[in-house]
T-cell receptor, first 115, second 113 residues
């Protein structure tokens, strides 16, 4: 079974703090993704990575950065947290290639509150 | 970024009833996926569809890949309380999309015992 873990289930941070969200997958997947989920908006892609040290912007990258130093780990960084970044953050991974590799596997999510 | 049009946005049903939800897009996809998200958890893959016209079942769940490749349907038969959650459709494999998925807004299902 694919396992994607996220470092925290719940996090409360103050405005202006630097926030790190960590994601680890144990299936040797090349591709990893960070989404945020807000009511009525579904899942929106923030950043993704298709290899170590490689990253691409998703649909809403503003205010975020990412780091992928090792294949199994993908970090999302909020350089200066703001209240509009209060959200559920979901990490996902998938293998490289075509066909069934489109299937993404999600972690349990991190509910971040910025006060 | 583009999102799929998923409907209905929410459903309140009685236990034992059947449920239908669908996703439509103006673009063609080569893959349609359906996920379920339990409250406070991450989405879990329910069904994956890879061929236009394909009909696939997973227990009480049945999903179809529309023949035009622009839509997909999910049906749940004889609903039970543990079916509660948010159901998402996702499209993949579109030209120039790479490995990314496009998600619908979700259908929130409530089941009354």
């Amino acid at each position: 079974d694919v396992k994607v873990t996220q470092s925290s289930r719940y996090l409360v941070k103050r405005t202006g703090e630097k926030v790190f969200l960590e994601c680890v997958q144990d299936m040797d997947h090349e591709n990893m993704f960070w989404y945020r989920q807000d009511p009525g908006l579904g899942l929106r892609l923030i950043y993704f990575s298709y290899d170590v040290k490689m990253k691409e912007k998703g649909d809403i990258p503003e205010g975020y950065s990412v780091s992928r130093e090792k294949k199994e780990r993908f970090s999302l960084i909020l350089e200066s947290a703001s209240t509009n970044q209060t959200s559920m953050y979901l990490c996902a991974s998938r293998p490289q290639g075509r066909g069934s590799s489109y299937e993404q596997y999600f972690g349990p999510g991190t509910r971040l509150t910025v006060t | 970024g583009q999102q799929l049009n998923q409907s209905p946005q929410s459903m309140f049903i009685q236990e034992g009833e059947d449920v239908s939800m669908n996703c439509t897009s103006s673009s063609i996809f080569n893959t349609w996926l359906w996920y379920k998200q339990d409250p406070g958890e991450g989405p879990v893959l329910l069904i994956a569809l890879y061929k236009a016209g394909e009909l696939t079942s997973n227990g009480r769940l049945t999903a179809q890949f529309g023949i035009t490749r622009k839509d997909s349907f999910l049906n749940i038969s004889a609903s039970i309380p543990s079916d509660v959650g948010i159901y998402f459709c996702a499209g993949g494999g579109r030209l120039n999309q790479g490995g990314k998925l496009i998600f619908g807004q979700g259908t929130e299902l409530s089941v009354k015992p």
